[in-house]
């Protein structure tokens, strides 16, 4: 029996915290749209998509609307394009481009994931081709997003591939220069991409997933901040230690997570398609409470990147996960703790008042979900500085068999220190400084492939 206490709690997590379910993904495999040539493919891609997800916004709406629970981003991940589009060239892909645009646009879906590759082994030509593409493909479109699995633990690094997407990610920033380098902000390169998430702008729709599956992702930074605030503002007993507060992270998560399940199942339902996962990630926004940089500070550290922050962070993405799990029949996509820099206010202050520093950040993310996400760099930093520092990011993944990915934006003619602002969810943030830039070109330049580590003797 649910207790009226846990009514009310809930009632507050939604008026007072912030808490909704962050994103409903429908996941499309397009591979039965390849038809041979560009202009047919391209229709049918544009077809299956508008068929597929006419009415996911609507029920999105109204079943949100039916909990009081908002739904704030509905969101599409289709097949890696390089698989639909393989044949095709620079000029196709970028027409591929413009109809997954379209499709998305008129669903009515606010960001479409998909225009990726897996060169974490090998570039094959269509994989090339794509990534030839990016620049024209990331300006010439609103709500694409294009993101590419370049190692794993099992094939490790491909610098040759690094190297080549450092290039064109340059590109894209200086495509849309107008718009201070937004088009990087699109792009995202992995280790261990899972095939399962909803997040953007790396959700894609991989294999073995069926042909349409509803994937969520649950968020809470400010459900999680409150309940430890009022557990700390209890009188009368003994002050917490640490584990008593991971516990009150445990049940803050294990609340948030049995809502989005609920609104994930009966969105499927109602789309008659298969639920498929619950994301269990702490994904903040540029809004005010709504922080993971703040759950830190709340935990106890005065500076976010002072000493225990690291500590801090590993607990609460072991919390989440731990209160998340037991709420949700099946776990997937990144599943932790996300510190996306201009996504997240506390985590912006931070790095402004040079509190927080990218090398900081980096060993952050050897415990969290995801990696150097949204970090805004200085618009002169070279393409070897850009492969060497998503190498180091994607070592940590490939070591710790987890996911980790680099999505770093060069702000064309913008220096560090100076701010950037692309608005809404993505934030702002002033942009960061890269220690010893123009000084790994060697390493860069002999290319191939790192090796992946061996999976015995792990120390």
């Given at each position: 029996?649910?207790r009226s206490?846990?009514?009310l709690?809930t009632?507050?997590?939604?008026?007072?915290?912030?808490?909704?379910v962050r994103t409903?993904?429908?996941?499309?495999d397009?591979?039965?749209?390849r038809?041979g040539?560009?202009?047919s493919?391209c229709?049918a891609?544009?077809?299956k998509?508008r068929?597929s997800?006419?009415?996911?916004?609507?029920?999105?709406?109204?079943?949100g609307?039916r909990y009081a629970?908002?739904v704030?981003?509905?969101?599409?991940?289709?097949?890696?394009?390089a698989?639909i589009g393989?044949g095709?060239d620079v000029?196709?892909?970028?027409r591929?481009?413009?109809?997954l645009?379209?499709a998305?646009e008129?669903?009515?879906?606010?960001i479409?994931g998909?225009?990726?590759?897996d060169?974490?082994?090998?570039?094959?030509?269509a994989?090339r081709?794509l990534?030839?593409?990016?620049?024209r493909?990331m300006a010439g479109?609103?709500?694409?997003?294009a993101?590419?699995?370049?190692?794993?633990?099992?094939?490790?690094?491909n610098?040759d591939?690094?190297n080549l997407?450092?290039e064109r990610?340059?590109?894209?920033?200086?495509?849309?220069?107008e718009?201070?380098?937004?088009?990087?902000a699109?792009?995202?390169v992995?280790?261990?991409?899972?095939?399962?998430?909803p997040?953007?702008?790396?959700?894609?729709?991989g294999?073995?997933?069926?042909?349409?599956v509803?994937?969520?992702?649950?968020?809470?930074?400010?459900?999680?901040?409150r309940?430890?605030?009022?557990?700390?503002?209890?009188?009368g007993?003994?002050r917490?230690?640490?584990?008593?507060?991971?516990?009150?992270i445990?049940q803050?998560?294990?609340r948030v997570t049995?809502c989005?399940e609920?609104?994930?199942?009966?969105?499927?339902a109602?789309?008659?398609?298969p639920f498929g996962v619950?994301?269990l990630?702490?994904?903040p926004t540029?809004?005010?409470?709504?922080?993971?940089g703040?759950?830190?500070?709340?935990?106890g550290?005065?500076?976010?990147?002072?000493?225990?922050?690291?500590?801090?962070l590993?607990m609460l993405?072991d919390?989440?996960k731990?209160g998340?799990?037991?709420?949700?029949h099946?776990?997937g996509?990144?599943?932790g703790?996300?510190v996306?820099?201009m996504?997240?206010?506390?985590?912006?202050a931070?790095?402004?008042?040079?509190?927080?520093s990218?090398?900081?950040?980096?060993?952050?993310t050897?415990?969290?979900?995801v990696?150097?996400?949204?970090?805004?760099?200085?618009g002169?930093?070279?393409?070897a500085?850009?492969?060497?520092?998503?190498?180091?990011?994607?070592?940590?993944?490939?070591v710790n068999?987890?996911?980790?990915?680099?999505r770093?934006i060069?702000?064309?003619?913008?220096e560090?220190?100076e701010?950037?602002?692309?608005?809404?969810?993505f934030g702002?943030?002033?942009?960061?400084t890269i220690?010893?830039?123009?000084r790994?070109?060697?390493?860069?330049?002999f290319?191939?492939r790192?090796?992946?580590?061996?999976?015995?003797l792990?120390n």
């Open positions: 029996m649910i206490d846990q009514i709690d009632v507050e997590m939604i008026q007072k915290e912030n808490l909704d409903v993904t429908m996941g499309i397009l591979r039965d749209c038809t040539d560009a202009e493919t229709a891609v544009e077809a998509i068929a997800a006419k009415d996911l916004v609507r029920n999105c709406d109204e079943i609307s629970v908002p704030v981003n509905k969101r599409i991940a289709v097949t890696p394009a698989e393989a095709m000029a196709g892909f970028v591929l481009a413009a109809a645009d379209r998305a008129g669903v009515g879906v606010d479409l998909g225009f990726s590759a060169v974490c082994s090998g570039v094959s030509p994989a081709t990534i030839d593409a990016l620049p493909a479109t609103g709500r694409v997003c993101s590419f699995n370049a190692a794993d633990s099992r094939h490790g690094i610098m591939a690094l997407l450092a990610i340059l590109g894209v920033a200086a495509a849309t220069a718009r201070d380098g937004f088009g990087a699109k792009c995202v992995f280790a261990n991409q899972p095939g399962d998430n997040f953007m702008a790396g959700a894609i729709h294999a073995g997933q069926p042909e349409k509803l994937h969520v992702g649950v968020s809470g930074p400010g459900v999680v901040a309940a430890l605030e009022r557990r700390l503002g209890e009188t007993g003994a917490p230690r640490l584990d008593d507060l991971a516990e009150e445990k803050a998560a294990f049995r989005g609920l609104i994930g199942r009966e969105v499927a109602a789309l008659d398609v619950v994301d990630s702490l994904a540029p809004a005010v409470g709504d922080s993971v703040d759950i830190l500070r709340i935990l550290v005065d500076a976010i990147g002072a000493p225990g922050t690291t500590a801090l590993a993405t919390a989440v731990k998340g799990a037991f709420a949700s099946a776990v996509g990144l599943s703790a996300f996306p820099v996504e997240d206010a506390e985590l912006a931070a790095a402004e008042a040079g509190h927080l990218l090398e900081k950040l980096e060993a952050m050897s415990v969290c979900s990696g150097l996400d949204m970090v805004p760099v200085p002169d930093t070279d393409a500085t850009i492969a060497a520092l998503t190498a180091d990011e994607l070592a940590i993944g490939v068999h987890k996911t980790t990915g680099v770093i060069p702000v064309p003619g913008r560090a220190g701010r950037v602002s692309f608005g809404g969810l702002a943030s002033a942009i960061m220690r010893e830039p123009r790994s070109g060697r390493m860069a330049a290319g191939g790192i090796p992946a580590p061996i999976h015995s792990r």
